[in-house]
């Protein structure tokens, strides 16, 4: 959170929220701020507003809806994220998504992706089986190829360090971006 310089007041959007984990944590950590969490699949939204009533919180709005055509406001988000799910994505619709969220962020906004590289030799631990992507679309989410859809889309790119040290960091890359007025 830190990494994307999320801060009381914000509007936020977790762009493949899933379960709703890093939504979550960002309304518990900055109850101040609009969170919005996105996901394509109703029935992984279904467990996050579970999850999210359980903690007892509100104010996390979940929209069902593809990354690549959100229908939602243009300019509306302050700081948008998004962790682990650009490598599910197939190419055409990563620079799609990277345009909708250029759409959605507003000039001098904050664009944070975490996620995972192309397989290869070098990284055992991690199958495509394991992360069920095609392997089209898992090979084509690279630094520089998201670098790039995020630049054409109208964000200057800063950083493409993991914000965080984890487990798969030899494979983990982040795009840390500002959208261009």
Known sequence: MEAAGISDGMRVLDVGCGTGLTA?????????????????????LKIARRRIARAGVGGVNLV?????????????????????????LPPQIKEDAAREIARLTRAGG???LVDLGPLTKRAPIVSETEVRSPRRAY??????????????????????????NVLYRPWLFALRATKLG
């Open 110 to 112: 904050t664009f944070l």
């Open 24 to 44: 979550l944590l960002i309304k518990q950590r900055y109850p101040g701020c609009t969170v919005t969490g996105l996901d394509v699949d109703p029935k992984i």
């Open 64 to 88: 069902c809806a593809p990354a690549e055509n959100t229908g939602l406001d243009a300019a509306s988000f302050d700081v948008v994220l998004s962790t682990l799910v650009f490598h599910h």
């Open 139 to 164: 090979r084509s989410n690279t630094a520089e190829g998201l670098r790039r859809a995020f630049t054409v889309a109208g964000f200057q790119v800063s950083d493409e360090r993991p914000p965080y």
